[in-house]
């Protein structure tokens, strides 16, 4: 299944895509994709309501509807740094041993087409793509990655925008460059697990102004997803509906020489297989 939130910024409703360009209103089933709906385990009843009313005819012209992120916004959002060994080598940084933990700040969450924002004195804005982890059930102390698995909701595509001055020039812990507002573009959809074989094995591009600036892919992660929600267990309480950024392959524009900086007006399209694409156009500071 493939979760989707429909409407203007606060104003989104749920639905499920039964085709890029059709889908199926579940206002009525749930009042949005939250922790509450995730927390009483509904993604199976949400699934056999889709199949049974795109049976009968139901499904509705997505059109030019805005498309929000695909969940609403978490109580957390968590982040992991360095997790693609060429990423870590691009930055100058060594391989971590264990995951780095890091947490973005939540409203930061935007819809996949939604224009990013350069925060008041920036100089220095990034791009990430990575593969994002919704939690399904609540996490504390699981014994493993499988039991980790029975976790997780589903994957959806992000983009963590960063800002590398705030990151790493301004002391502290990296949240400062990571929490901007639209710093956290997300969707179009949330895929529920059967939607991907194996989410070890899904390409990852960024383009900007057209030019491809990153292709990797997740099989190179140095820790996989059902590993990091395992681990984080162990230091914190996942709630349903929480967000995890599994980190990034190589290509930022960091890793240049010179640093590549995004610009007022630059585009950034952003894709990983089987989880859709993003758009989003870079506007001034406020």
């Known amino acids: 299944m493939r979760l989707v939130r429909i409407g203007e910024p606060g104003r ?20 949005d994709l939250d922790e509450a709906f995730f927390g009483a385990g509904r993604l199976d009843e949400a699934s056999r309501i889709v199949a049974e009313r795109h049976a009968r005819g139901q499904a509705r012209e997505l059109g ?15 982040c992991v740094g360095l997790n693609y060994r060429d990423h870590a080598a691009e930055t100058g940084q060594a391989v971590p041993e264990e995951p780095i933990l890091f947490t973005k700040s939540p409203n930061t969450l935007i819809g996949p087409n939604d224009d990013v924002r350069i925060p008041r004195g920036a100089t220095k804005v990034d791009w990430e793509v990575e593969l994002g982890i919704v939690i399904g059930k609540r996490a504390s102390y699981l014994a493993g990655p499988e039991q980790a698995r029975e976790h997780i909701a589903g994957w959806i595509l992000v983009n963590d925008v960063s ?23 997300a969707g179009p959809w949330l895929a529920t697990q059967d939607e991907v074989a194996d989410v070890l094995d899904l390409g ?14 997740t099989s190179t992660m140095i820790f996989d997803p059902f590993t990091i929600v395992q681990y984080i267990s162990q230091f914190m309480v996942l709630e349903p ?38 758009r989003q156009r870079v506007v001034a500071p406020r």
């Open 64 to 78: 030019s509807q805005r498309l929000g992120a695909p969940i609403a916004r978490p109580h957390q959002i968590i």
């Open 163 to 185: 800002e590398r001055a705030f990151q790493m020039e301004r002391g502290g812990q990296w949240l400062k460059g990571k929490s901007a507002e639209t710093f956290n573009p």
């Open 241 to 278: 509906g929480d967000l995890i950024n599994t980190g990034t392959p190589p290509g930022v524009g960091m890793g240049f020489s010179p640093p590549i900086w995004l610009q007022e007006g630059d585009v950034m399209d952003v894709s990983i297989d089987r989880l859709g694409r993003q």
């Open 12 to 31: 989104e409703r749920p639905a499920a895509l039964v085709s890029d360009s059709a889908y199926i209103d579940l206002s009525d089933v749930t009042s």
């Open 204 to 217: 990852m591009r960024l383009d900007v102004n057209g030019v491809r600036r990153q292709d990797g892919s």
